[in-house]
T-cell receptor
Framework: DTGVSQDPRHKITKRGQNVTFRCDPI?????LYWYRQTLGQGPEFLTY????????KSRLLSDRFSAERPKGSFSTLEIQRTEQGDSAMYLC?????????????FGPGTRLLVL | DQQVKQNSPSLSVQEGRISILNCDYT??????FLWYKKYPAEGPTFLIS?????DKNEDGRFTVFLNKSAKHLSLHIVPSQPGDSAVYFC???????????FGSGTKLNVKP
């Protein structure tokens, strides 16, 4: 399967713990996005990488959130000191072509539950 | 401030009939629009897109219409099939943007 993969698919943690999610994009895609989706809402943009450079971050991404894409391939999203409000589906997407005019392909998501 | 809105949270249609899903946007800079379909426990799957230089794009049973003056787009599914039952999201961007804005989704139920 050559689609976008995410790991883990589910994560349950206690408030105050740190969690890290991984995304492996489609191999030839140079752009990678993280989104967050809560119940009844569409995906909300968190951050964007072009190759290894993080070019944009949403104001939704507080100081407790950090994302990396060290070699321009896979990416990690870490949440420190988790809060109950962080409970959501975290989606990763990748694309190639002109930014803003391309098709983003999504992974299956990581569902986070903070107790 | 939600720049892309899907005002119908749900829609129910009979198998074989037409499904029409609507989406409105507020940002006049948007010039690229997509529809995604999402099944439970899966990520969104790309369905169809349209650029602002067109007012219609067709792919099999799926047609997207864009009305730029009204800042409105719609997705038509003809004929609807039970396997089309899913949540549909519209998304918008611009060639100068680094992100997509999504609506809140419409849950389509196609009854056999």
């Amino acid at each position: 399967d050559t689609g976008v993969s995410q790991d883990p698919r589910h994560k349950i943690t206690k408030r105050g713990q740190n969690v890290t999610f991984r995304c492996d994009p489609i191999s030839e895609h140079n752009r990678l996005y993280w989104y967050r989706q809560t119940l009844g809402q569409g995906p909300e943009f968190l951050t964007y990488f072009q190759n290894e450079a993080q070019l944009e971050k949403s104001r939704l991404l507080s100081d407790r959130f950090s994302a990396e894409r060290p070699k321009g391939s896979f990416s990690t999203l870490e949440i420190q000191r988790t809060e109950q409000g962080d409970s959501a589906m975290y989606l990763c997407a990748s694309s190639s072509g002109l930014a803003g005019g391309e098709t983003q392909y999504f992974g299956p998501g990581t569902r986070l539950l903070v107790l | 401030d939600q720049q892309v809105k899907q005002n119908s949270p749900s829609l129910s249609v009979q198998e074989g009939r037409i499904s029409i899903l609507n989406c409105d946007y507020t940002n006049s800079m948007f010039d690229y629009f997509l529809w995604y379909k999402k099944y439970p426990a899966e990520g969104p799957t790309f369905l169809i897109s349209i650029s602002s230089i067109k007012d219609k794009n067709e792919d099999g049973r799926f047609t997207v219409f864009l009305n730029k003056s009204a800042k409105h787009l719609s997705l038509h599914i003809v004929p609807s099939q039970p396997g089309d039952s899913a949540v549909y999201f519209c998304a918008a961007s611009a060639y100068s943007f680094n992100k997509f804005y999504f609506g809140s989704g419409t849950k389509l139920n196609v009854k056999p």
